[in-house]
């Protein structure tokens, strides 16, 4: 079953199917056949009633999503291209990729224990869904957070992702698809 998403941008509205199989991203494209002509989500700018408050949802758009290793660190900004994700995507022969947290379930501060135990409960969640999973550590530009463990899900399906989200109580996820630009995906 494919859902449709409604995107407004500056220039046009359109429909466009996303992808509800982990996978399916890599061999169709999440945002369908044409990479060049796919459409950059901007969540924040889509007419979506969500419960998140205006100043967490700059912070979370303005947040640095660092990937660990890779085989060199590199940080991801919503709405940003990014190069290394790219070759990433390349060498891994995928078309998409999440940056997951399981900490702070809703943003609300939890005992440093039962981050552990969520992170670890992700990990176990998203190392058969797949192709290669990247340590990585969300930051708040405005340093009133602590950093948030989280990985890098490669191949993963925009639909998986957000069902991977709901599942770990997350406001928000960022998620890219073949043009490596992360994309902050609300869930509330």
């Known amino acids: 079953m494919n859902q449709k998403l409604h995107v407004n941008d500056d220039s046009f509205s359109r429909s466009l199917?996303?992808?509800?199989?982990?996978?399916?991203?890599?061999?169709?494209?999440?945002?369908?056949?044409?990479?060049?002509?796919?459409?950059?989500?901007?969540?924040w700018r889509v007419d979506v009633?969500?419960?998140?408050?205006?100043?967490l949802?700059?912070?979370y758009q303005t947040a640095e999503y660092w990937v660990s290793g890779a085989?060199?660190?590199?940080?991801?900004?919503?709405?940003?291209?990014?190069?290394?994700?790219?070759?990433?995507?390349?060498?891994?022969?995928?078309?998409?990729?999440?940056f997951v947290s399981a900490h702070n379930p809703f943003s609300?501060?939890?005992?440093?224990?039962?981050n552990r135990e969520a992170h670890e409960r992700l990990r176990r969640t998203l190392v058969p869904q797949t192709t290669c999973l990247i340590d990585g550590a969300g930051r708040d530009a405005g340093g009133q957070w602590p950093d948030e463990r989280s990985f890098l899900a490669i191949g993963l399906g925009l639909d998986a992702s957000k069902i991977v989200?709901?599942?770990f109580g997350q406001n928000a996820i960022v998620w890219a698809g073949s043009d490596a630009i992360p994309r902050l995906i609300l869930l509330r």
């Open 49 to 55: 009633p969500t419960e998140i408050a205006p100043e």
């Open 17 to 43: 199917d996303t992808a509800d199989r982990v996978g399916e991203c890599s061999r169709q494209g999440a945002l369908g056949s044409n990479p060049a002509r796919s459409v950059v989500l901007r969540p």
């Open 108 to 114: 609300e501060p939890s005992p440093a224990r039962a």
């Open 165 to 167: 989200g709901e599942q």
């Open 57 to 59: 949802l700059a912070a």
């Open 71 to 98: 085989p060199e660190s590199f940080c991801l900004r919503v709405g940003h291209y990014s190069a290394p994700l790219a070759q990433l995507l390349q060498e891994t022969n995928c078309r998409c990729a999440a």
